[in-house]
């Protein structure tokens, strides 16, 4: 029996040559899956013995048992199919391969994907050669995932799933997405002007962001927030409106830091011991220091890696002039 010579020939040459496939482990697959259909197909003859040889010159493939042709007839067909799934499987490998290659070098840069369905915990993207996933973990709170929107991702990683699969994971929570969204944004950050030194967040709720710049001259707050705000703006268009982004300079003074990094609170008094921070504030200041949900204290302490205890002081109010006081005044 064989396989009509020119699908043979031609399939295995687009496995071998064209998808960068090794074409002998294409044969040997072929005979792994042609020795599994016969033992499938003719489980009475079965024997450790058996062994299968495919020609790769004509693919015609014989059953052999101790060196002796057993190939029933009728199995040609069925040796044919097989290849032919092989080879289908093999190109698809190929060109899924292809697919991690091209992606693996964009890890950690922007992607534009579009959702294509949502499944209640993942969402799943299509970004242009291939799908991704964006994990429960991965996502924005509060963020709707609905079929057709189309959204900026970071591309965070090629993993692999319990079936051995690769996934390309796909990130609207990370804060590196600020990061890459400010450098393609601000012209100083691409060209090394102004450096991100931190970045904190509470996806789809509120980040924080140190910049510094070495050079004189440079306002890296100033840079990152643009005219009129145009820069930091459209930075949070894309991460949906709804999260505020504070960007604060950062300063090798802890102190200084510290007291920016609670903004927009005014500060009266930090004190450091170790990694601690007992920072004092008026009484009025006091729901700005924490924020919502304590979100504000919460994300300054991890942009500057101290521990911040705030501690509130009355706010100090002009004394209440007494009835002899007025007397006084009334008599000069």
């Known amino acids: 029996m064989s396989i009509i010579k ?23 697959s072929i005979e792994a899956a042609v020795l599994a259909a016969f033992k499938k197909e003719y489980p009475d003859l079965y024997e450790e013995t058996i062994t299968v040889r495919l020609n790769r010159e004509t693919g015609e493939t014989k059953i052999l048992k101790d060196s002796k042709d057993i190939t029933p007839p009728g199995f040609g067909r069925i040796a044919a199919q097989t290849a032919r799934q092989v080879v289908l ?9 292809t697919v991690i290659s091209h992606y693996k070098a964009q890890i950690g840069a922007l992607i534009r994907g579009r959702i294509i369905r949502y499944d209640g915990h993942n969402a799943y993207v299509d970004i242009g050669k291939t799908e991704a996933v ?25 993993s692999e799933d319990n079936h051995g699969y690769s996934r390309i994971i796909v990130s609207r929570s990370a804060p590196q997405l600020i990061a890459e969204l400010f450098k393609r944004e601000v ?26 710049s070495s050079q004189n001259g440079v306002d890296p707050v100033g840079a990152c927030v643009g005219q ?51 920072v004092t504030v008026d009484e009025t200041q006091t729901p700005l220091a924490i924020g919502k949900n304590g979100v504000n204290v919460n994300l300054a302490a991890r942009l500057t890696g101290f521990e911040i205890d705030i501690v509130q002081t009355a706010t100090q109010k002009e004394p209440t002039p007494t009835a002899n006081t007025q007397t006084e005044a009334e008599n000069k």
Do not use: H
């Open 6 to 28: 020119s699908e043979f020939a031609l399939a295995l040459n687009q496995v071998a040559t064209e998808r960068g496939i090794s074409a002998d482990e294409v044969l040997q």
């Open 89 to 97: 499987q093999k190109i698809r490998e190929a060109e899924k391969k």
């Open 134 to 158: 964006l994990p429960r973990e991965e996502q924005m709170r509060n963020e709707k995932y609905a079929v057709n929107t189309s959204l900026i991702f970071l591309l965070k990683e090629i």
């Open 187 to 212: 012209p100083e950050i691409s060209n090394g002007t102004v450096e991100i030194k931190e970045i904190v967040r509470e996806p789809g709720e509120r980040a924080k962001i140190a910049v510094f």
């Open 228 to 278: 009129k705000g145009v820069r930091v703006q459209t930075v949070t268009d894309e991460l949906g409106g709804s999260e505020k982004i504070d960007i604060i300079q950062w300063n090798s003074d802890p102190k200084i830091f510290l007291i920016s990094a609670l903004s927009p609170a005014k500060i009266i008094d930090v004190a450091i011991q170790d990694k601690k921070a007992k």
